[in-house]
């Protein structure tokens, strides 16, 4: 069964102090991982794809690697408009797509 | 360009009674999605649609549940009869391509309550 776990489920960060998110994943033949940000009463809003081990995407204070276990979501310098819950997704070759809980991030100035 | 546009955006309704959701996809998205968002469990894959036509639909939870896009610009979500175990966010998302890559467009979801 394919699974995706996150860590930790909350994060508490001053403004500025940089830290990372965990995605760790066991799936049959992965396509992709995804990160999503989502806002209260809004709907995940895309942020990044990786599809194999090594790759590296940023935006903005983010950056996103991948590992053939796990992802992680790396915060630089966050400000509280970061502050939001991160979700992890794997879709493998079969189509499936399975989430994480997400991490809710907060941020305080 | 205008996103996923679901409705309602919010829905009270009373144990028993039909309920239906609905999406409007991103134009030019051929796949579509319904999604589930509960506390307990996360956001739970429903069905999906690959150019109408529905590909998945393990994640329907029982009977009560139905789906439907009759064109590449709509789809429904209906719950008859409704229960209050139903209770939770539904959203619906979109993708550019014709199979599930993952990166999803979301809209912003209804609420849904059954008292």
């Known amino acids: 069964e394919d699974q995706v776990t996150q860590s930790p489920e909350a994060l508490r960060l001053q403004e500025g102090e940089s830290s990372s998110l965990n995605c760790s994943y066991t799936?049959?033949?992965?396509?992709?991982l995804f990160w999503y940000r989502q806002d209260p009463g809004k709907g995940p809003e895309f942020l990044f794809t990786l599809y194999s081990a090594g790759e590296e995407k940023e935006k903005e204070r983010l950056k996103a690697t991948l590992t053939k276990k796990e992802s992680f979501l790396h915060i630089t310098a966050p400000k509280p408009e970061d502050s939001a819950t991160y979700l992890c997704a794997v879709t493998t070759n079969a189509g499936k797509s399975t989430f994480g809980d997400g991490t809710t991030l907060t941020v305080k100035p | 360009d205008a996103g996923v546009i679901q409705s309602p955006r919010h829905e009270v309704t009373e144990m028993g009674q039909e309920v239906t959701l609905r999406c409007k996809p991103i134009?030019?998205?051929?796949?579509l999605f319904w999604y589930r968002q509960t506390m307990m469990r996360g956001l739970e894959l429903l069905i999906y649609f690959n150019n109408n036509v529905p590909i998945d639909d393990s994640g329907m939870p029982e009977d009560r549940f139905s789906a439907k896009m009759p064109n590449a610009s709509f789809s429904t979500l209906k719950i008859q009869p409704s229960e209050p175990r139903d209770s939770a966010v539904y959203f619906c998302a979109s993708s550019k391509r014709g199979y599930n890559t993952g990166e999803l467009f979301f809209g912003e979801g209804s609420r849904l309550t059954v008292l």
């Open positions: 799936v049959s033949g992965l396509r992709g």
């Open positions: 134009s030019g998205h051929n796949s």
